[in-house]
């Protein structure tokens, strides 16, 4: 009836998880008791769950993606403690079951449950703005994505308190996560998490490339597109190319799982090296799924805060794209040790070091806009400049790993680990922390506060340095990644340093929450009533912030990039048309979160081979797709009265803006002509 | 509609395109398909002589067999294709009718897909015995599993034909399964070509 699921899966003799999975169920206890308390649910189901506006879409991605950050920090930590602690002599606090646990969960959040839904997230909210769009092409598909999502994510919530998660690392290599080698239910939590999360990835891929494709505002041609949405484009693309291999991969892992096929086993035939060339053939493009959207805002950022048109905007396309057609020809770096031949090993090396040199052109973009211009160092630059200083040094070290013969030494070393940090950390999350103090404004209608922002920053920045820069030397020192206890007494000073950095890093995320809350109080004095807090030059910042469900009461026309600052030039910024229409939205719907519900009950039945619940969660599954596909009425109508309703008081709030200095401050940054140069003095 | 002049044409637009911009997304969503189904042939074609000292596909495959099932698929790809005449008439008595016959003949090719499966597992040759054997099933059967969403979508289709009629979004969803069961029947090619005839002569 159960399965393989039993009162014993709970861990209860393990301290450390007990306590985790009792402050789990605390919050969750207190975010349900207070919104019954305050009687929220209906709101709650009307406005947000069922909602298919991408705005609330792309919120409630970053909101998911914060909490595995903590997640994943929490994680991090404690492999930081136990490393700390377990030199020669000593054995730590963990088992080195437990902290397998750690790191492989550690990469699966970070890198799907936190930098996926941050990017998906922040393409969300501004890449419909952006192109002048009411909404996605299909909200409805957004929705049944975001569910997914969730759902992959709480199979990682639950593998804490039944049963384990995966120990088989992110990448989770054949022969060990076969069930010969892993037969409790941690491979399986890893399979399911990823696939239903990936499947809904893709989906996204699809409703993207369409949207930015087909939905554009008329007269925004391709070579006029923000940069950023450039950078969703493409990395849409490569979501579409690259995720469907994940899922096979991973369908065939659990086929030779449950059914005891034999894709990647030892035995009857099975190809274990097959997995390794199918994880990475998506496994690399995805690695610049993570880092492209990030380049496409700090080109926005850059442009915003130097207020000046980009450099060599054609470039930075040109880039964008070459590095995505190449991320498809490089995988065979991430196994270079293993026994193929040297010819073979040439060629993806110079490949992998090729690619260098569209991202090195991308820097020199960045800081030839930035060359003699004002720059302000509002949060978002700030954590612009962390980024290039740092990068580089991650981008260099790459290269280094690129050459075989270093990468013999090096690889599954803590230099491996202390470089990709290297690149996903200043670059992915910095970028995202960038577009999430950029756009947050936009989707709260209130800026986030500067000095908190400020202290955050020199948090991750020094946090990072300190707890990465030692992993390079102990890389060279020959320590491997993924050690629970080690016996060479000259790795534990540096591993201390590492663990400081660490605290500091904590020391921002603490500043980020103190930012939200004091932010939130003080949301008065913060407001953003026009709609353009920072002086900027897409479409996105024309729109009243928070912006109305249908973003645009009219569509803009665009004539060139930067359509928003045009407007501004020549005085169309804020005229209002002589009438409103009608305008046409689509409805709210439950199918999504149905479906993301029914997911996630899928999996889990899979993964405790409860049949009967997994069957009936797919046939839920297939219902809610039969009805909603039989589901022909899904818009409904905002009355032209109600839009010029809601346009009013906008207008009002921009006269009352205009009485504050700021405003008119903001105005006259608008008045620049192409070079840059301000065109009034002031 | 809207009355402005921006927002009549963006009207105009969106009217006009919705169609098309939903039949643009199907076709993505498509290809995104067509890279499973490339993976997959990938790892056939890589494990297609681990028989692990078991049968090889000359041993197992039954040409005839696999000839009458590729026969009835693509007929109803060409039934599937008098749906889409009929629907361009208008015709609904015929819309449903060769609907009916495409979906007879889809269960028709699924009936004797599951039979070829059972045998096979019925001898002991089951995707357990070799990794050959384990990409045969996936490849295969993946296939068919999606030809049987499709027989699923044409009965959900059927009766939706029967309660709207041919409205323009019952014909929009027609079209895509069109598509869709177009697809299905230039994958099966590839299938028939690789695995039964490549095994045959290998
Ligand atoms: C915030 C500070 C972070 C710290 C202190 C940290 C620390 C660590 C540690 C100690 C490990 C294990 C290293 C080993 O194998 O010896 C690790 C692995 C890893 N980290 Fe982080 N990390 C941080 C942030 C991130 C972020 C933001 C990402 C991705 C977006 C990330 C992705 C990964 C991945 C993919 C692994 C490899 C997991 C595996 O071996 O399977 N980390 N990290
Ligand atoms: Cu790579």
Redesign the interface.
Known sequence: MLGRLSLQAIPYDNVIIMSAVALMAITGAVVVGATTYYGQWGYLYREWLTSVDHTKIGIMYIILAFVFLLRGFVDAAMMRAQQATAGPGQSGYLSSEHFAELFTGHGTMMILFVAMPLIIGMINLAVPPQIGARDV??PF?NSVSLWLTYAGGMLIMVSMALGQFGTAGWTGYTPFSEQAFTPSTGVDYWIWAIQISGIGT??T???F??TI???RA?GMTLMRMPIFTWSALITMVLV??A???L???L??LS??RF?????F?G?????QM?YIN?FW?WGHPEVYIVILPAFGVFSEVTATFCNKRLFGYKTMVYALAVIAFMSFGVWVHHFFTMGQDALRNSIFAIATMIIGIPTGVKIYNWMATMFRARIEFKQPMLWTLGFILLFTIGGMTGVMLAIPGIDYKAHNSEFLVAHFHNVLIPGTIFGMFAGYTYWFPKAFGFRLDEKWGRHAFWGWSIGFTVAFMPLYVLGAMGMPRRMASYSNPEWTPLLWVAALGAVIVMYGIVCQIIQLISSIRNRHRLADLTGDPWGGRTLEWAMSSPPAEYNFP????VHGIDAFMDMKENGTAYQR????????MPQNTAAGLILGIAAFVFGFGLIWYIWWLAILAGLVM?GAV?WR??T?DVEFTIP?DEVKHIEDERFRKIALASQQTDVIDSESRGRVNIDGEPLSPG | MATTDAAAHDGIRAEASQGTVVNFGFWLYLMSDVIIFSMLFVAFVNLSTNYAQGPTGQELFELPLVFIETMALLISSLTYGLVMICLRQGNTKWVQGWLLITFLLGVGFVGLELYEFLHLAFEGYGPQRSAFLSSFFTLVGTHGTHVTFGLIWILVMVGQVAYKGLTPAVASRLTRLSLFWHFLDIVWIAVFSTVYLGGMYR
């Open positions: 092409a299909f598909l893709t989906l891929g699809v409703n490339l369409v494709l087909r939905e008329p579409v190319l995720f469907p291999a899922t096979v991969a369908g065939m086929l030779d059914f005891d096929f034999h894709f086993t035995d009857m035939g099975g190809n097959m199918m053939i009219v569509i803009p026309r048309p002589a009438e409103y229409g009608d305008i046409h297939m039969i596909s039989c022909d032209a």
